[in-house]
């Protein structure tokens, strides 16, 4: 079976669960919208619909040739799958902290903080300008450039910069709230960690 099969079975997988609870109380716990036939949030700062009986996925404003990609389409029905109602609670854990992090953390390393700091390490001041974008929040008491994201409803990730010097090259970090434990897989974490770093480094053209 191939990655997009994985991806499409797990799709197929979630939407069937999904379709045997109450999409109200579903979009509660998520910190959704129902309006009576669709659930919508906000992910990366852009509006999704969903809803029974498939729970298709689609960004509200999406035009005619795009797509929802099957990976971003899982992360959000296993977001509204895990959802418990619980909001951020404003506690960082790095992935390796995460239960399952240690294991994977080379490869979370290799897909999201290393882009992070190739891309904004040798350049102060590109992911400052490049963070609102994504309606990153500014947090300099943490990093030398640090912002948090609100990627999904109850969902914060911070990503944070420090500069090099002389003696240090740069480096980049991503942060998660710790209720992202209730909501997501520790596959699903790493997913949504790079997904927020690759979209924030595809918005720097022209900055």
């Not at 309006?35 to 619909?49: K, P, Q, T, W, Y």
């Amino acid at each position: 079976m191939t990655r997009v099969d994985d991806y499409k079975n797990a799709l197929r997988l979630a939407a069937a669960e999904l379709a045997t609870l109450d999409p109200a109380k579903t979009a509660e716990k998520a910190g959704a919208n129902w309006n009576g036939s669709e659930i919508s949030l906000d992910f990366m700062a852009r509006s999704v619909i969903t809803g029974p009986p498939n729970y298709e996925v689609r960004w509200a404003d999406q035009k005619s040739e795009e797509e929802f990609s099957l990976t971003d389409g899982v992360l959000v029905l296993h977001y509204l799958l895990g959802a418990k109602g619980l909001g951020p609670s404003g506690e960082l854990v790095a992935y390796r902290q995460i239960p399952g992090g240690e294991f994977y953390f080379q490869a979370f390393h290799r897909r999201a903080e290393i882009p992070l700091t190739g891309v904004f390490g040798h350049k102060p001041g590109l992911f400052t300008r490049a963070a609102p974008l994504l309606a990153g929040q500014p947090r300099p008491d943490l990093g030398d450039e640090a912002a948090i994201f609100r990627v999904l409803p109850h969902l914060d990730i911070l990503l944070l910069l420090r500069h090099g010097d002389e003696e240090f090259e740069p480096d980049g970090q991503v942060l998660f709230d710790k209720t992202i434990v209730h909501y997501l897989n520790i596959e699903d974490v790493a997913w949504l960690g790079s997904a927020l770093v690759y979209r924030l480094m595809g918005l720097t053209k022209g900055l």
